[in-house]
């Protein structure tokens, strides 16, 4: 990087000038910089003087988005800075460092806190996707954390692969439903499992199944999976990617049926070319 941490030399006249003529600029109080840094310029500085990158500058580095100002770090609750354009600081009384690549940051699920929940949410669905998803929450679950912290890895898709899966998790969530994604049973790893009711539900994508010898490889593979799960007395639901897309509702509702049977099923007991808008012509965007 091209921009370097100035710390003395001169006196504040001096510095002054230099920052008036855009030869320094002056990120924080005792904190100048040769040239004009880019934000992802400035990110790094700030993280080498001991901040901890947060809120929405983490989020947006870890999620690949542009960098904007001011960088969001945080500070220990005993610290006092003054804001800059350039720099937002957070004082905390849970400090609790971490780092991703070559950054210090704040441990993710405190970082979510500094977000409103909608992009909270949005964030530590990407940072614990997948299979280590759960046990690196479960890891930064035992820091010491706020109240809003726990409710929001409580609130989030943790161990979901992909969008349709954390629809379905949210869709699930909000009908009073416990589940846990990405669920070891046997060998086997399921997108969700219904913890109460020995439910195992998979959410397939088009692409998964398409003609190649991977992809036959996945589906030998499925079927002794769902077996693999019948045998050991799971409930086996399984969805295609665009039918969360397009009919969550439904979904739901089957899922609900095979939870709490209800004398009444809804219209997913008739065959599905009856009623499902794939079946009347309106495109694969319904699968």
Known sequence: MRLKHYSGGLSAHQLYLRI????????????????????????????????????????QL?????????????????????DTPWVRFHRTRIFRPATWGEFNIELPVIAATRLATAA????????????????????????????????????????ADSPPERDLV??????????????????YHWDIELLDYGIAI???????????????????????????ATLRGYTVLRYAAGCIYQQLGQVVDQI???????????????????WHPYFQGLGPGFL
């Not at 439903?177 to 060998?187: A, E, M, W």
């Not at 609900?256 to 009856?274: H, M, N, T």
């Open 120 to 159: 909270a949410l949005r964030f530590l669905n990407h940072v614990y996707a997948g299979r280590k998803g759960q046990a690196e929450a479960d890891k930064h679950a035992k820091e010491k954390l706020s109240a809003r912290a726990k409710r929001l890895l409580n609130q989030a898709a943790i161990g």
């Open 20 to 59: 008036k003529k855009g030869v320094m600029t002056r990120l924080a109080p005792g904190i100048h910089v040769w040239g004009k840094p880019s934000p992802v310029e400035a990110a790094h500085v700030l993280s080498a003087q001991g901040f901890l990158l947060t809120g929405r500058t983490l989020a």
């Open 256 to 274: 609900l049926a095979a939870v709490r049977p209800d004398p009444k099923p809804g219209r997913w007991s008739f065959g599905v070319w009856k």
């Open 62 to 82: 870890m999620m690949e988005e542009e960098v904007t100002l001011p960088i969001e770090v945080s500070i220990p609750h005993r610290q006092r800075r003054s």
């Open 202 to 228: 998979e959410v397939d994508g088009f692409r998964y199944h398409r003609d190649s010898e991977e992809t036959q490889a996945n589906f030998r593979r499925d079927r002794w999976k769902a077996n693999d």
């Open 170 to 187: 949210a869709a699930l969530r909000q009908a009073g439903l416990r589940l846990k994604c990405n669920s070891k049973i046997g060998d």
